[in-house]
């Protein structure tokens, strides 16, 4: 059974996407989004923040699909399949949301997000806090990761999800692959 909570927020999301469809999200407005859903400003802040912290949250959705399971009934490959997949399959949505350079931009949240992801995954296999050389090979992997996710949700997303999944773990640096590989495989 669906929370109250939950319909509110998932009423919002599929709005935002609906509008997205014509509108880009620069230009569209928490009235705008309201207005459509029928519900009020309050009600909408209730819940967020933003319309920023809206279109998080729905990528929020994706990495409970895809990132979570990672490791324990998905490789790595089949992870980041699933995530090109969805992207695809809400292509406007992504299109839309990609290209908005805000602070609290769903670009900066993917990045926080699998940094934060594949941090974790490599203190629990060294046991220890994240070395701060391999600090800076992560940030700059999830940097370019995200940036090449970008160019290609805004650009068409010609290539497919299978390509672009095997083209990040084929930019792993080896300090990484080492270390991520195994466990997510």
Not at 36 to 49: C, I, S, V
Not at 104 to 130: A, G, M, V, W
């Amino acid at each position: 059974m669906i929370k109250q909570n939950d319909q509110t927020k998932l009423l919002l999301s599929e709005t935002i996407k609906k509008l997205m469809v014509n509108t880009p999200l620069e230009k569209l407005t928490v009235t705008d989004i309201v207005k459509e859903a029928g519900l009020t400003r309050q009600t909408f802040y209730r819940h967020f923040r933003d319309k920023y912290d809206l279109v998080n949250w729905c990528f929020d959705s994706l990495a409970q699909q895809c990132f979570y399971k990672m490791g324990v009934s998905l490789t790595l490959r089949d992870g980041l399949i699933l995530k090109f997949n969805f992207i695809r399959n809400e292509k406007n949505f992504f299109m839309q949301a990609f290209r908005s350079k805000d602070y609290n931009s769903i670009e900066q949240h993917d990045y926080e997000f699998i940094l934060k992801f594949y941090t974790e995954i490599i203190e629990k296999q060294l046991q220890r806090p994240l070395p701060e050389n391999l600090r800076f090979i992560l940030e700059l992997y999830c940097h370019g990761s995200i940036t090449m996710t970008v160019e290609w949700a805004v650009n068409g997303m010609e290539k497919s999800s299978e390509t672009m999944a095997d083209d990040l773990i084929d930019s792993l640096p080896p300090k990484l692959a080492q270390i991520l590989l195994p466990v997510l495989r």
